[in-house]
């Protein structure tokens, strides 16, 4: 059985930083991009930042320059390190490992960015 296990969240003030973890198991995602999405109460999950197999990275345009996806192979784990926080960053983050045949999500981590 595949399972994607997000840790890492939290309750972090403005202007803070968090790393994100997500740990694969049941196969090997190597050869696969793994991406972080997050969800806001009464928003849609929305692309946060992928990373390829081979490391080419995207990011969307809210958290350039502020967060850092990586990954590592061997452990089969994603990261996703955050920096100057803002209140607009919380929300719940998932792990998302896209394969040709289907997507494997993970159950989220909350983030939650407030004084």
């Known amino acids: 059985q595949v399972q994607l296990v997000e840790s890492g969240g939290g309750l972090v003030q403005p202007g803070g930083s968090l790393r994100l973890s997500c740990a694969a198991s049941?196969?090997?995602?190597?050869?696969?991009?793994l991406g972080w999405y997050r969800q806001a109460p009464g928003k849609e999950r929305e692309l946060v930042a992928h990373?390829?197999?081979?490391?080419?990275?995207i990011y969307a345009d809210s958290v350039k320059g502020r967060f850092t996806i990586s990954r590592d192979n061997a452990k089969n784990t994603v990261y996703l390190q955050m920096n100057s926080l803002k209140p607009e960053d919380s929300a719940v983050y998932f792990c998302?490992?896209?394969?040709?045949?289907?997507?494997?999500w993970g159950l989220g981590t909350l983030v939650t960015v407030a004084s």
């Open positions: 998302r490992g896209i394969t040709t045949a289907m997507n494997y």
């Open positions: 990373i390829t197999s081979a490391g080419y990275t």
């Open positions: 049941g196969r090997s995602f190597s050869g696969n991009t």
